[in-house]
């Protein structure tokens, strides 16, 4: 089935730019998505790609999709203390099907 | 818009006890609702996909009988854990997909998660 693989960790500096890793395994993965989950609280969607583009900027954020090497990154820039969270990288294949989850980045922002 | 609401947010009930969760879209009608669990430092584990009027389909390994889902109308899905038994104790989130009314993409948002404590 499908796999979504994503590291657990990454700390960065205030101010300066995050980039988290998302690899999947189906090539037939359509829909890509990146989702925000703060302690105790559920998943917010930050935003997120189709496969037939390669870049979708939105402010600070800047997604990057490799279709040939079913890679997904997000970069955020100016990285802020309200940024640490969990990052769900996540995959549709078809518009109405279930999402397909990688197991989360935690992201810690040091002051 | 796209606002998913869950109640309650948190509840802790005794072993044996049922507890039902509800999930609504607030300002969507949402045909396709799904209910995770998520443990600790985990990633979502997807139960079931919910279709109004229909029953519901769950993933392998998901009891039923246990987890009993109602999809009533096209705001509003419930999740009832039967028997719940400490095991039972997790974080359980609901999403409800969104359809976009130019493009007919549909977008998954999630409501803010019930913590259930099983004693």
Not at chain 1, 42 to 68: A, E
Not at chain 2, 26 to 52: C, H, V
Request: charge should be negative; glycine fraction near 6%; include cysteine.
């Amino acid at each position: 089935g499908e796999d979504v693989e994503q590291s657990l960790f990454l700390s960065v500096r205030e101010g300066d730019s995050s980039v988290i890793n998302c690899t999947y395994t189906d090539s037939s993965s359509t829909y890509l998505y990146w989702y925000k989950q703060e302690p105790g609280a559920g998943l917010q969607l930050l935003t997120y790609i189709f496969s037939n583009m390669d870049m979708k900027q939105d402010q600070r954020l800047t997604v990057l999709l490799n279709k040939k090497d079913k890679h997904l990154s997000l970069r955020i820039a100016d990285t802020q203390t309200g940024d640490s969270a969990i990052y769900f990288c996540a995959e549709k294949t078809t518009n109405a099907g279930k999402s397909t989850f990688g197991d989360g980045t935690t992201l810690t922002v040091k002051p | 818009g796209a606002v998913v609401s869950q109640h309650p947010s948190w509840v802790i009930c005794k072993s044996g006890t049922s507890v039902k969760i509800e999930c609504r879209s607030l300002d969507f009608q949402a045909t396709t609702m799904f209910w995770y669990r998520q443990f600790p430092k985990q990633s979502l584990m997807l139960m079931a996909t919910s279709n109004e009027g229909s029953k519901a389909t769950y993933e392998q390994g998901v009891e039923k009988d246990k987890f009993l889902i109602n999809h009533a109308s096209l705001t509003l899905s419930t999740l009832t854990v039967t028997s719940a038994h400490p095991e039972d104790s997790s974080f359980y989130i609901c999403s409800a997909s969104r359809q976009a009314e130019t493009t007919g993409q549909e977008t998954q948002y999630f409501g803010p998660g019930t913590r259930l404590l099983v004693l």
